[in-house]
């Protein structure tokens, strides 16, 4: 079965920086889109970034803050956030996606897998 295994979630005040992790098991992720939504309260969920193939793809509001890397095996994908504003707080969750392919990245409902979830919450 398909896991994903998030991390690095916690409490920073505004300007600090966080890097979640997720770790994907249960086959060779090299091929899928692989990246992170999150979801503020009473909010939809929001497109962050992801990653294919070497590419990065980030939204507007996160872009130039927030980097997303892949390991080299490809199952691991990292958020690396900086520069933190009180405005990121919610539970982000890495997905993935085995289709591949970079249209509509920022479609919640193309990625058929999803983390549990971790809490970032910015203090002002």
């Known amino acids: 079965q398909v896991q994903l295994v998030e991390s690095g979630g916690g409490l920073v005040q505004a300007g600090g920086s966080l890097r979640l992790s997720c770790a994907a098991s249960?086959?060779?992720?090299?091929?899928?889109?692989m990246g992170w939504f999150r979801q503020a309260p009473g909010k939809e969920r929001e497109f962050v970034a992801a990653s294919w193939r070497g590419g990065r793809y980030y939204s507007d509001s996160v872009k130039g803050r927030f980097t997303i890397s892949r390991d080299n095996t490809q199952n691991t994908v990292y958020l690396q956030m900086n520069s933190l504003k009180p405005e990121d707080t919610a539970v982000y969750y890495c997905?993935?996606?085995?289709?591949?392919?970079?249209?509509?990245?920022?479609?919640?409902?193309?990625?058929?897998?999803w983390g549990q979830g971790t809490q970032v919450t910015v203090s002002s």
């Open positions: 997905i993935a996606d085995p289709k591949g392919g970079t249209m509509g990245l920022d479609v919640a409902t193309r990625y058929d897998y």
């Open positions: 249960g086959r060779s992720f090299s091929n899928y889109v």
